[in-house]
């Protein structure tokens, strides 16, 4: 019995009361196995230096295959310098470029006696399922980072009142080296996933390619096996850091083995090993988070002489995009229609911001941050501006604006006394009184147009004629000076108690006033 191979279904039940506690005899009696036949496969098991979640992930002809190796083969002394050759390659294997094609090409050139090419990409799928079941070897260096919540949770203790609050826990590890991040943080959602995120970025110092993370809500806001929709800042901020978005795909456990791992080892090394007493502050659970952590890609792996931050500043840290100096700025979105005046407002600060006059009466997307505030219009960016929370004021670009609209823009009371002036000093003291009637000078702006246009139409000598009749009788706007002229008025000479001085006119108010 004991030379015999068994179903994989009972080497199954077999493997999982052993990781379950049970004993060799227990195991025996519970099976109808003998004591031989369940020593042989536990041996083999330990030997192997993996676990049942890993054993779990293997098919039938797998687990077969890793268990009941041939005869010929454990006597075979090419299997011997196989084994040897790829143990020392292993790392090489990790790095971008270098494919299992190379590897052959590089162990046939030192071991030309050896197996020829068919022969060793089998042994060596043989060798990597004994060494690596979760196939950890397909990462390159630089190429992914895998994130993902844990399904525990720490707490942290409220100093005045004694409440415990429970905080979630992130975790990232780069899939090449294997280093690992770690931190507590109040929830899932998508500022506080984004900022995990980053802050592992910083951790790594440097940004992979690629970003896997889990279907979580906060990165993937509908799930679908081809195209996925993803969460619009968490894209915005795999872009702003060179990276691409993986979702893992539903119903394929290898895709987020590597983290899921990763979370097993951190109930261990530092859910485990925190103290007894909870913190007072996420601060503060984090500063032993850390310290653990540190720790724990210090230590050597398994079997290996070498540690996690050992062989990322060996083969991984080389590999990683630089960082920006200036961290990504979370965006919110809000949706608006352009304005007759060609302006949106940003509902959150009540403030108005200027497109070019040609998208009026249009839907826009608002996006904006702490510092900036961008407008699309079918995916299209037509504006770009500086964040102000003063409410109720505009902020506009003049090139926004049409010809007529730009011309209105340049329009103060300089403006007009300049043009005035030009005219006579009897026109300067009407406009001045003009603008000063008003409460605000942008009122009066089109009465002054178009009095001094009349000087264009009646020459100046009839303008200042008007102003002197117009200001005789107190009447400061555009309609006194129309009807002067359209009744001619202005040719008459005025009463002589009629006729005024036209004063300096020192009190108007000017530009800085407004101001």
Known sequence: MANKSIHMSKLRHVLKLYCQGQSKLHISTTTGLSRNTVRKYLRTFTALKTTWEDIGQLSDKELDELFNKEPSMAIDERIVTLHEFLKQQEKRLRQRGFTLLRLWE?????????FQMTAFYKHYNLWKRRVHPSMHMEHKAGDKMFVDFTGEKLHVVDPDTGELKAVEVFVAILGASQLTYVEAVESQRVEDFISCCENALHYFGGAPNAIVPDNLKSAVTRSNRYEPKLNENFEAFADYYGMVVLPTRSYKPKDKALVEGAVKITYIRIFASLPQKPAESIDELNARIRSLLDTHNRTSFKGRNYSRLEQFEEMEQAHLQPLTEKRFELRSSSVATVMKNGHVCLGADKHYYSVPFAYISKKVKVLYSKSKVEIFYKYERIAEHGRIRSAHNYTTDPTHMATHHQVLAEWNPDFFLTQARSIGKEVEYFIAQVLNKKPHPEQAY???????????????????????????????????????????????????????PMPRHNNIRGTNYYQ
Do not use: N, T
Not at 106 to 114: A, I, K, R
């Open 106 to 114: 590089s162990y046939h050139s030192h071991h030309p006696e050896g």
């Open 446 to 500: 089109k009465s002054c147009q178009g009095i001094l246009s009349f000087a264009k139409r009646v020459g100046h000598q009839r303008l200042i004629k008007a102003c002197q009749r117009a200001h005789a009788y107190g009447l400061y706007h555009f309609r006194a000076i129309e009807d002067i002229l359209h009744r001619g008025l202005d040719v008459y000479d005025l009463e002589e108690d009629k006729q005024l």
